[in-house]
Structures are given as structure tokens and as C-alpha cells.
């Protein structure tokens, strides 16, 4: 996925004929409540190249070392483009038993790292070398066989089990038996993982108890058997490590990072203590701003009194009142604009009617559509539609990021309450893009419970005294019945409403 980055964040693409699989209830590994690590670590990885998908891993890798304390070295340097001589290996080693840390672990530059793993020894360990012993390429132990016998004359045991070296830990006692070894057999063109298993098969035959091995959630590759399994640290090998990413973040097993804020609009101080906001583009409009107008009598009869209104739009429809349309073209500033004007909006769309009396209590607990959209996270991410694809994007961030295992759909298409602080908060959190789901992240980064949206008239219940709202299809825009419904249930012009004269 080209958008890996947060610089480069951008909504996925996605394959309309891919199938969705069954996927578990939880998309991650259960939180771990660690009170802290009792030794010290230092990480060694290295940055080989500038290309956008190292700038995302790392960034995962720092954060995750920040988090837990962990010393972090990065080595600068090209070495997979100027040959396998240049491996910071033996340096790693040198440098850590120069030092007082009682372990050094290592991590591959394409190692995304879960938002909430923990410390790698969150338990203690055994002393030794760490690594996950697995089949990734299933040809490469029997390859590496081949080189040992070639190269040095040597035959290594079935019972050798032939280990990944994207992540590694090891103790000072194994770095100081192992740093004999790693002098003087690299060579250019020979994968570096070739030589760390060579390493370990010299140290095993002197001190095989110290070859461990570290659980497939500390690994996870990408190969049939692991890759839609949660993890602690995903390993995403291969060529194209932004299109492994991508995978595991439709299939909801990673979160899509956070986009740049491009705006920055609040000022010190709300300009007014509440007001009701229309969003509203006249060059999109099928119904021509008559929606709209019968949106806003609906409100001027039903709609909590006293609350002034502002419409953000393209173009003001002649028959709108000047003084409540402000101009604005994209829907992102519309967002922000009006939730820094007032510390309480009611945010509205030119397709929602009033159907009886609502007052702000109405609005003060949201309602949801579907008590957990965790669940739904992969088929929503491979929607076509980019507002499902929002939603999916937020709910995988809340889900791995925040903990939550239980977050409702608040994407009702209602009438919703928001304060401008809470707003605030949830726009630096989240950032903000076209197809924002702005409900869901509000009201989920809040942890609200909701109660289940059933005041929603559908198209034969719209004389239904129990249903407050009403959301108006597009599909009805040439349905007489339903537009003489319209005219006659809300035939008294609204207070913003002016008499358009004959020559304008």
C-alpha cells in the first residue's frame, strides 16, 4: 500500500472480488498488564535505505521503545544494496558487551510492531540465544544445508531446527560464547539469515542449552499458516513489504495510521455557546436545495428552539437567508470550522427531517446501529464505499490502539451532539480526511455505550408517532407520492427562509 506512512496516509484500494474470511472476535493478542521489565535492553536494527515503508516501521519501533524504556540503535547504513560484508552483526554484539544492559535483542527494519505489545520480557526468560524457529521459505533450511555442507564441510543434524533472524534476543553470557564465531565468515551475496543460523549451530554444538525459542507472536511471517493470526510484532518479508502491510491492515490485524491535521482552526475561545450545522453542496445536490429547505422546516417545527444555525455550503440556494450561510467547499473545513465556532454543535445534513419534538436532551446519549463493529473491521475495510472504509479505519484504531474490544456503530445518520473540547480531542487523535466517520471517533474515543437507534423512521413508518428522524433517500428524488408527503407535512416556510422575488 503506497499510503504505509503517515505522510503519506491515503484510503487503501480495494480488490471488489476479494473474499472476506472468518475471522476471530478479536483481532489482536489479549492486553498484557505488565508492571514493567526487571532488566534492562538495548534493540539494534538498521535503516539500509530512505524508501517510505522504513519510515513507517521505524516509527512503530521507537515508539514501542520509548514505551517500555528500551535503549534503541539504529544503524545508518546500506547494507543489503553494498553486500552482506557490511552487517552490523558482530558490531551489535561488541557494542552491548561494552555496555551494563543484561540483554540485547535485534529487529529486522521490516518488523511492524502491534500498538500494544508489550516489553519483549515482560516475562522473565531463560538465558540464551532467542529466535522462532519456522518454515519461511520452506525450501531455505534444505538451501542452507547445502551451503553448510559446501561451504564448510559440514553436516547439520535433522533435529536442527533452522530459525528466522528478523527478531532475536540474547544475554551476556551467549553474546560473549557467541562473538567467537561471528569473525570472518560473511560474505557478499549470501543471505545474512544463512550466517545466523550457521552461528547458532556452532554454539549449540558447545552450549545447546542455550537455543531458545521465541513464540510465532513475537514473528509473525507472512506464509499461509501465520499470516491472519494476531501478533505482537508482524514480520512483513518479502518484496513488496507495503502490500504485506496493507493485508494485514484490511484484514484488521493493524491499524491504518493516522493521517496529517491539515487544519488548524480553533481558536482560544468558542464565538458562540451553541449552534445547529449544515453541511451543504449545491453542485452535488439532486434534489436541487428543496431537501434542504424541508430539512430546515422540519427543524424550525421540531427541532430544539433558540439554537442558531449555520449553513456551510458551495453556493447559497436564492431562497436561503444570507445571514446564516457562511461559504465553504471542502467537507473536511466544514467539520472543522463548525466544531471550533461553538462549544455545542448539532451536527445536521440537508437529508435528515424532524418528525416530532426534540429537545437537546434528545441528543445527549448517542445511538448506534450495531452494538460491535470490531467484528465487522475486514468487511468494512474492503468496502468500495469510502465512508465504510472510514469506519473501519477508526474502529481497527480504537480496537489496537485504545483496548477496546466493544465499540457500537454510532454512524446513524442522525442528529448528533457534539462539545467542542471532546471534538477537538478526537480530531488531534484521529486526524481527519473525506469520509471521515466523525461520530464513531468522537463518541468512541469517549467510550460512550449508546443506546440502540429506534426513533429512525423508515419510508412506511414516516407517520409513525414513535420515529423522531427521518433519513431521505436519494433513490426518492422522482417519488411524487413522497414529495407531496414532504410538501404537506412541512408546508409553513421556515424562519430562514426568505421571499425570493421575482428578478432575482
Given at each position: 500500500?503506497?499510503?504505509?506512512?503517515?505522510?503519506?496516509?491515503?484510503i487503501?484500494?480495494?480488490?471488489?472480488?476479494?473474499?472476506?474470511?472468518?475471522?476471530?472476535k478479536?483481532?489482536?493478542?489479549p492486553?498484557?498488564?505488565?508492571?514493567?521489565?526487571?532488566?534492562?535492553?538495548?534493540c539494534?536494527?538498521w535503516?539500509?535505505?530512505?524508501?517510505?515503508?522504513?519510515?513507517?516501521?521505524?516509527?512503530?519501533?521507537?515508539?514501542?521503545?520509548?514505551?517500555?524504556?528500551?535503549?534503541?540503535?539504529?544503524?545508518h547504513?546500506?547494507g543489503?544494496?553494498?553486500?552482506?560484508?557490511?552487517?552490523?552483526?558482530?558490531?551489535?554484539?561488541?557494542?552491548?558487551?561494552?555496555?551494563?544492559?543484561?540483554?540485547?535483542?535485534?529487529?529486522?527494519?521490516?518488523?511492524?510492531?502491534?500498538?500494544?505489545?508489550?516489553?519483549?520480557?515482560?516475562?522473565?526468560?531463560?538465558?540464551?540465544?532467542?529466535?522462532?524457529?519456522?518454515?519461511?521459505?520452506?525450501?531455505?533450511?534444505?538451501?542452507?544445508?547445502?551451503?553448510?555442507?559446501?561451504?564448510?564441510?559440514?553436516?547439520?543434524?535433522?533435529?536442527?531446527?533452522?530459525?528466522?533472524?528478523?527478531?532475536?534476543?540474547?544475554?551476556?553470557?551467549?553474546?560473549?560464547?557467541?562473538?567467537p564465531?561471528?569473525?570472518?565468515?560473511?560474505?557478499?551475496?549470501?543471505p545474512?539469515?544463512?550466517?545466523?543460523?550457521?552461528?547458532?549451530?556452532?554454539?549449540?554444538?558447545?552450549?545447546?542449552?542455550?537455543?531458545?525459542?521465541?513464540?510465532?507472536?513475537?514473528?509473525?511471517?507472512?506464509?499461509?499458516?501465520q499470516?491472519?493470526?494476531?501478533?505482537?510484532?508482524?514480520?512483513?518479508?518479502?518484496?513488496?513489504?507495503?502490500?504485506?502491510?496493507?493485508?494485514?491492515?484490511?484484514?484488521?490485524?493493524?491499524?491504518?495510521?493516522?493521517?496529517?491535521?491539515?487544519?488548524?482552526?480553533?481558536?482560544?475561545?468558542a464565538?458562540?455557546?451553541?449552534?445547529?450545522?449544515?453541511?451543504?453542496?449545491?453542485?452535488?445536490?439532486?434534489?436541487?436545495?428543496?431537501?434542504?429547505?424541508?430539512?430546515?422546516?422540519?427543524?424550525?417545527?421540531?427541532?430544539?428552539?433558540?439554537?442558531?444555525?449555520?449553513?456551510?455550503?458551495?453556493?447559497?440556494?436564492?431562497?436561503?437567508?444570507?445571514?446564516?450561510?457562511r461559504?465553504e467547499?471542502?467537507?473536511?473545513?466544514?467539520?472543522?470550522?463548525?466544531?471550533a465556532?461553538?462549544?455545542?454543535?448539532?451536527?445536521?445534513?440537508?437529508?435528515?427531517?424532524?418528525?416530532?419534538?426534540s429537545?437537546?436532551?434528545?441528543?445527549?446519549?448517542?445511538?448506534?446501529?450495531?452494538?460491535?463493529?470490531?467484528?465487522?473491521?475486514?468487511?468494512?475495510?474492503?468496502?468500495?464505499?469510502?465512508?465504510?472504509?472510514?469506519?473501519?479505519?477508526?474502529?481497527?484504531?480504537?480496537?489496537?490502539?485504545?483496548?477496546?474490544?466493544?465499540?457500537?456503530?454510532?454512524?446513524?445518520?442522525?442528529?448528533?451532539?457534539?462539545?467542542?473540547?471532546?471534538?477537538?480531542?478526537?480530531?488531534?487523535?484521529?486526524?481527519?480526511?473525506?469520509?471521515?466517520?466523525?461520530?464513531?471517533?468522537?463518541?468512541?474515543?469517549?467510550?460512550?455505550?449508546g443506546?440502540?437507534?429506534?426513533?429512525?423512521?423508515?419510508m412506511?413508518?414516516?407517520?409513525?408517532?414513535?420515529?423522531?428522524?427521518?433519513?431521505v433517500?436519494?433513490?426518492?428524488?422522482?417519488?411524487?407520492?413522497?414529495?407531496?408527503?414532504?410538501?404537506?407535512?412541512?408546508?409553513?416556510?421556515?424562519?430562514?427562509?426568505?421571499?425570493?422575488?421575482?428578478?432575482?
Amino acid at each position: 500500500m503506497s499510503g504505509v506512512g503517515e505522510e503519506e496516509f491515503s484510503i487503501p484500494v480495494i480488490d471488489p472480488l476479494s473474499k472476506v474470511r472468518k475471522y476471530p472476535k478479536v483481532m489482536r493478542l489479549p492486553i498484557v498488564h505488565e508492571t514493567g521489565a526487571s532488566e534492562s535492553c538495548v534493540c539494534y536494527t538498521w535503516q539500509h535505505s530512505n524508501a517510505p515503508w522504513i519510515q513507517a516501521f521505524l516509527r512503530t519501533l521507537r515508539r514501542w521503545a520509548q514505551r517500555h524504556q528500551i535503549e534503541l540503535k539504529v544503524d545508518h547504513q546500506e547494507g543489503i544494496q553494498k553486500g552482506l560484508r557490511e552487517s552490523p552483526f558482530r558490531q551489535w554484539i561488541q557494542h552491548f558487551l561494552a555496555g551494563d544492559f543484561a540483554w540485547m535483542m535485534h529487529l529486522d527494519a521490516d518488523v511492524m510492531i502491534h500498538p500494544l505489545a508489550p516489553h519483549v520480557l515482560h516475562n522473565p526468560r531463560e538465558r540464551g540465544l532467542w529466535a522462532h524457529g519456522q518454515s519461511y521459505p520452506v525450501a531455505r533450511a534444505a538451501t542452507w544445508r547445502k551451503w553448510v555442507k559446501q561451504t564448510h564441510q559440514q553436516t547439520v543434524p535433522e533435529d536442527f531446527v533452522y530459525c528466522n533472524d528478523g527478531v532475536w534476543l540474547m544475554d551476556r553470557e551467549t553474546a560473549t560464547a557467541l562473538l567467537p564465531f561471528t569473525e570472518g565468515y560473511l560474505a557478499p551475496n549470501v543471505p545474512h539469515e544463512y550466517y545466523f543460523n550457521w552461528w547458532r549451530f556452532l554454539l549449540g554444538k558447545q552450549q545447546p542449552e542455550r537455543l531458545q525459542f521465541l513464540s510465532a507472536e513475537w514473528n509473525r511471517l507472512p506464509v499461509a499458516e501465520q499470516k491472519l493470526q494476531p501478533a505482537w510484532f508482524y514480520h512483513c518479508a518479502g518484496k513488496d513489504k507495503g502490500a504485506v502491510l496493507k493485508d494485514l491492515q484490511l484484514n484488521g490485524f493493524l491499524p491504518v495510521p493516522r493521517p496529517p491535521m491539515t487544519f488548524k482552526p480553533w481558536a482560544e475561545k468558542a464565538e458562540m455557546e451553541k449552534v445547529i450545522a449544515y453541511p451543504y453542496r449545491m453542485d452535488a445536490d439532486i434534489w436541487k436545495g428543496e431537501l434542504l429547505r424541508y430539512s430546515l422546516r422540519s427543524l424550525d417545527q421540531y427541532g430544539p428552539a433558540d439554537w442558531p444555525l449555520i449553513v456551510w455550503g458551495t453556493e447559497r440556494p436564492l431562497w436561503l437567508d444570507e445571514s446564516v450561510f457562511r461559504h465553504e467547499d471542502m467537507l473536511q473545513r466544514k467539520v472543522l470550522r463548525s466544531l471550533a465556532l461553538a462549544e455545542k454543535v448539532l451536527w445536521m445534513n440537508d437529508d435528515i427531517f424532524f418528525l416530532r419534538s426534540s429537545s437537546e436532551a434528545e441528543f445527549t446519549e448517542p445511538m448506534y446501529v450495531e452494538e460491535n463493529v470490531i467484528e465487522s473491521i475486514p468487511r468494512l475495510m474492503r468496502s468500495e464505499n469510502k465512508w465504510l472504509i472510514g469506519i473501519g479505519i477508526i474502529a481497527a484504531r480504537l480496537h489496537h490502539e485504545r483496548g477496546m474490544d466493544q465499540v457500537p456503530n454510532f454512524c446513524t445518520h442522525t442528529p448528533h451532539l457534539f462539545h467542542r473540547k471532546h471534538a477537538r480531542k478526537t480530531l488531534e487523535y484521529f486526524g481527519i480526511w473525506y469520509g471521515f466517520p466523525m461520530e464513531l471517533a468522537y463518541f468512541g474515543l469517549m467510550e460512550a455505550k449508546g443506546r440502540p437507534c429506534l426513533e429512525k423512521a423508515t419510508m412506511d413508518q414516516l407517520d409513525d408517532p414513535m420515529m423522531r428522524w427521518f433519513n431521505v433517500p436519494d433513490s426518492e428524488v422522482d417519488n411524487q407520492e413522497f414529495r407531496q408527503w414532504m410538501e404537506k407535512k412541512f408546508p409553513k416556510p421556515s424562519r430562514w427562509e426568505k421571499q425570493v422575488k421575482p428578478d432575482e
